[in-house]
């Protein structure tokens, strides 16, 4: 495994601390266990073993894919800027020719499905029909995507494509950034943000048209969206709603929503070879580099497109892509590699929808995002690892965790149909066609079945819509997720007995955030100390890992952390530290390149704290500042109560509700304090190798049945491990 390898190599140079080497081997650890499907009977693959194509039995084909209208001629994938050409190239795309029909299906019909292939031009054509036809003239054209690079990406090219700047007539608007003015009529938002825009407008009476996009990917935000728009249907006859689809389900969207009508676009696809490795992969992230680069060796131009499970892993592939095409020399082409993941920067995103040049090859290497959200023009080849990270949820013990797992069919046939889009394809699935067929289920299980309903049930509570059994789930969560969400915003002070919305309640549901988070803020109040509690709630919102770590400079940048750290005051006062350090030398950029920190997220950070400190005006909280630093821990405490876990006699932690073994992640700053805290708080816990937990603040005892009472008893802090409780 690379991971592993780049460990041998540090160790060997004598370079890595202890902390370097758990990380590293911890990450060798998750390519590997994540493996359920893939690893099989596999021999290992040592780190540099050539990779033989097709005809060397790694792959093999297996079936090819058939469009419906398949075409055969080249399409030319040059792309001028210019908003006359932009315009021509929306001709050819397949909604076009059926433009005025769908206009017709809108106006004589207040629902509509419309079901259309990835790339069709859904997403970027129908709110511009709309906008065209005059819609735009009684209300705005809003349009919601699962996922938040998609809403900004497509929102600056539909704003191209008008020849408008971005932020004016088209806009989006996505959690913490708002990029829409007075004037702006076609908006793309996540399905989040519309869902929170009904706690401001309950008829979205600003609307004329609402387009549900990506239905198929049934985020938890889109299914309870589903219910809402349907209500307000009802009795806003005015307003126009369309559901908008790339799979061929569409019944069950059709059913749901009164037996609308269904408007399909009829696809436009080239074939697509599917090749199949004969034995599982050992390690995808090595199996997918080595594909690439055998592709680009050997094979016709046409871009290649590889799907991974998140960012770290993105990060890792390019980096190695760069250091083994250094070595190729001049008799092969260049090889551009364009990341793409939620995080990326804006101006880089840009980046991957740029004409590949004369001789050269793209190499695009996507989260999910490519999946459906985003299409990417010039894709011949499509690199399938066969994973992608998916959110879990235990409501037995309330737990949620992120897990590499195996994409379904549905998504895998998708991943395949990227590269067929502009002239006939071929996909490399490295799994095998007996995984394919055998132990991929279907489909995804749709979000709301698999996750934590506490944020959600708040802005439900907040709509009104108290009896959460009967609402018109389009699939309904298991009851038991119901309940549990209930249980802890009871528990938290946001509902009463009877479940009903306190003031407490109400005053969290005006942060975007989870629940946990919104009540340590509105519990700083009592502990006067917001302006710090909004730091610290900033810097969690925006990640893990605010530190960066050259491979050459680790014990430098270990230790620029670790200064955060003086006094062992735990990770989330750290935070706060390196916050207000910041804050100090006036958000100096210079100061972040000292201090190994990435000052984009700190950015990011400070952005999100402006706009936590305009909430807190919202619900009426004063901004004090507290050098109190057990005050503030008691503030964090009154929304992570239940995140408690003390130590027991073997040096692990366990959780003290829903008893659970777990550990402090090696990255906290009190992963290696002796002697070890026995009483612990944390934000959240990370599935990995082991459960462990991330952001990790020592607490007394006493705070939980101080703060928590109704929640925890005296048996619960009493000992049971050995030690003495300290009360
Ligand atoms: O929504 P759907 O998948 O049906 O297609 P779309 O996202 O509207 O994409 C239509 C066309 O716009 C494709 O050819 C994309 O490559 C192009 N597009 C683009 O160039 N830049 C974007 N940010 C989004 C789409
Ligand atoms: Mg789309």
Not at 278 to 294: F, G, T
Not at 365 to 390: Q, R
Request: net charge neutral.
């Amino acid at each position: 495994s690379v991971a592993l390898q780049r460990y041998r190599d540090a160790t060997a140079a004598g370079k890595m601390n202890p902390l370097a080497e758990q990380e590293a081997w911890e990450e060798h650890q998750i390519g590997k266990a994540t493996l359920t499907f893939a690893s099989k009977n596999k021999k290992q693959i040592s780190g540099d073993h050539q990779f033989v194509f097709e005809d060397q039995i790694d792959f093999i084909k297996a079936s090819v894919m058939d469009g419906e209208n398949t075409i055969d001629d080249e399409e030319s994938t040059e792309r001028e800027k210019s908003t006359a050409a932009l315009e021509e190239e929306r001709k050819t795309l397949p909604i076009y020719p059926y433009r005025d029909e769908l206009l017709k299906a809108v106006h004589d019909h207040q629902i509509l499905i419309i079901v259309g292939e990835t790339g069709s031009g859904k997403t970027t054509q129908i709110p511009q029909y709309l906008h065209e036809a005059g819609y735009t003239m009684r209300g705005k054209v809003g349009c919601t995507q699962p996922r938040r690079v998609a809403a900004m990406s497509v929102a600056a090219r539909v704003s191209q494509e008008m020849g408008v700047k971005l932020g004016h007539e088209v806009g989006y608007s996505i959690r913490f950034e708002d990029c829409t003015s007075e004037k702006t009529l076609v908006k793309y938002m996540t399905d989040g943000m519309l869902l929170r825009e009904f706690l401001g407008d309950p008829e979205l009476a600003s609307y004329s048209v609402v387009m549900v996009d990506e239905a198929h990917e049934r985020t938890l935000s889109t299914d309870i969206l589903f219910g809402l728009v349907k209500d307000i249907a009802r009795f806003r006859l005015d307003l126009k709603l369309l559901i908008t689809s790339a799979t061929l389900d569409a019944e069950k969207f059709s059913d749901y929503f009164d037996s609308a009508p269904i408007f399909k676009i009829p696809g436009r696809r080239y074939p697509v070879d599917i090749h199949y490795t004969k034995a599982p992969e050992a390690d995808y992230l090595d199996a997918a580099i080595v594909s690439v680069l055998q592709i680009h060796a050997t094979k016709p131009c046409g871009d290649i497109l590889v799907f991974f499970t998140g960012q770290e892993e993105i990060e890792t592939a390019e980096e190695i892509l760069k250091h083994r095409t250094r070595g190729l020399g001049t008799k092969i082409a260049d090889l551009i590699i364009c990341p793409i993941y939620a995080n990326l920067p804006t101006e880089l995103q840009a980046k991957i929808f740029e004409p590949t040049p004369e001789g050269a090859r793209k190499v695009v290497l996507a989260t999910n995002i490519a999946e459906t959200s985003l299409t990417i023009d010039g894709i011949k080849y499509v690199i399938d690892p066969g994973f992608c990270k998916m959110k879990s949820y235990n409501p037995r013990i309330g737990m949620e965790s992120l897990l590499v797992a195996p994409i379904s069919k549905a998504s895998a046939n998708q991943r395949a149909g990227r590269s067929g889009r502009t002239g006939p394809g071929k996909c490399f699935r490295l799994y095998t066609a007996y995984s394919y067929h055998n132990e991929l289920e279907d489909n995804t299980l749709p979000e709301i079945q698999r996750t934590n309903l506490a944020s959600v049930v708040l802005t439900l509570k907040s709509l009104g819509i108290n009896d959460l059994l009967n609402f018109d789930f389009m699939d309904g969560p298991p009851c038991e997720a119901l309940l549990k969400a209930l249980e802890l915003l009871f528990a938290l002070g946001a509902l009463n007995k009877l479940g009903e919305l306190t003031k407490v309640g109400r005053r969290m549901a005006e942060f975007p955030l989870d629940p946990m988070l919104s009540k340590m803020i509105v519990a700083s109040e009592k502990y006067e100390c917001s302006d710090e509690i909004i730091s610290i709630a900033a810097m969690l919102s925006i990640g893990n890992s605010i530190f960066y770590c050259p491979k050459e400079k680790r014990v430098h940048a270990y230790n620029a952390r670790m200064n955060f750290h003086t006094g062992n005051v735990g990770d989330h006062i750290a935070l706060l530290k390196v916050y207000n350090s910041w804050k100090e030398t006036n958000y100096s950029t210079q100061w972040c390149y000292e201090n190994y920190i990435q000052v984009r997220k700190m950015k990011r950070a400070r952005d999100v704290r402006d706009q936590l400190e305009g909430l807190l005006k919202r619900v009426e909280i004063e901004v004090t500042s507290s050098p109190n630093v057990e005050a503030i821990k008691k503030a964090i405490t009154s929304g992570f109560f239940p995140h408690s876990a003390r130590l027991q006699k073997n040096g692990c932690y366990r959780t003290v509700k829903h008893p659970q073994i777990v550990h402090i992640h090696p990255s906290s700053g009190l992963a290696q304090v002796i002697p070890t805290p026995r009483w612990v708080l944390y934000h959240e816990l990370a599935l990995t190798t082991k459960e462990y937990m991330r952001q990790v603040t020592e607490l007394k005892p006493k705070w939980l049945l101080e703060i928590a009472p109704h929640y925890y008893q005296l048996k619960d802090v009493d000992d049971r491990s050995g030690f003495p409780t300290i009360l």
